[in-house]
């Protein structure tokens, strides 16, 4: 990879949530990370159709194609973006990067649904300056970066816990005994 490094992973298939945040990221908040910090790079990486993409793309836009595996990516990024527009679901793309350790800027929508906090284990921004700003903070202030990214680790390890979640499966089973 290059570094600094943006990490964003999805199904961008024409129409698809992916594909709007994807393009909402090229369009409106990488030109503003640009301005500031031309070196920033940014990866996408997942399966669809990705010619809507390519046609705004740039040499610091990497488009990955599916992978076998995308831990690596998501590993070594300086930071994960979730810049979801519309759908719900559980946010897995935010759960990976805190296992991972890897800081997470998203929108409210890309965070919903989880116990996280802007701030203490997450940024959080829907405007694209300061989606931007927030890439920009991660980039550029390590110990910010490594305070969101612990903060985020052991609050998802507690709550996503194997022991814990045995625990509350016993309880519901011995309540319909």
């Not at 961008?12 to 409106?28: N, R, T």
């Not at 993409?53 to 194609?65: A, N, Q």
């Not at 076998?68 to 759960?95: H, M, N, Q």
């Not at 350790?101 to 959080?124: D, F, M, Q």
Request: glycine share 6%.
């Amino acid at each position: 990879m290059l570094y600094p490094a943006i990490y964003f992973s999805g199904s961008f298939g024409p129409g698809s949530a992916m594909e709007y945040a994807a393009i909402w990221l090229l369009k409106e908040v990488m030109p503003l990370v640009w301005h500031a910090n031309p070196a920033v790079n940014i990866y996408l990486v997942g399966r669809g159709n990705t010619d809507n993409l390519k046609k705004i793309s740039d040499p610091r836009v990497m488009i990955t194609g599916e992978v076998p595996d995308t831990l690596p990516y998501v590993k070594t990024a300086d930071a994960a973006v979730v810049p979801l527009w519309f759908e719900s679901g559980t946010r897995f793309k935010i759960l990976e990067a805190a296992a991972c350790r890897t800081p997470v800027v998203s929108t409210t929508l890309g965070a919903e649904g989880l116990s996280v906090a802007h701030e203490k284990n997450i940024l959080i921004s829907d405007k694209p300056q300061g989606f931007a700003d927030a890439i920009l903070k991660i980039i550029a202030d390590k110990k910010l970066a490594q305070q969101l990214s612990e903060n985020a680790y052991h609050d998802i390890a507690e709550k996503f816990d194997i022991s814990r979640a045995v625990k509350e499966a016993q309880q519901i089973l011995m309540k319909l005994a």
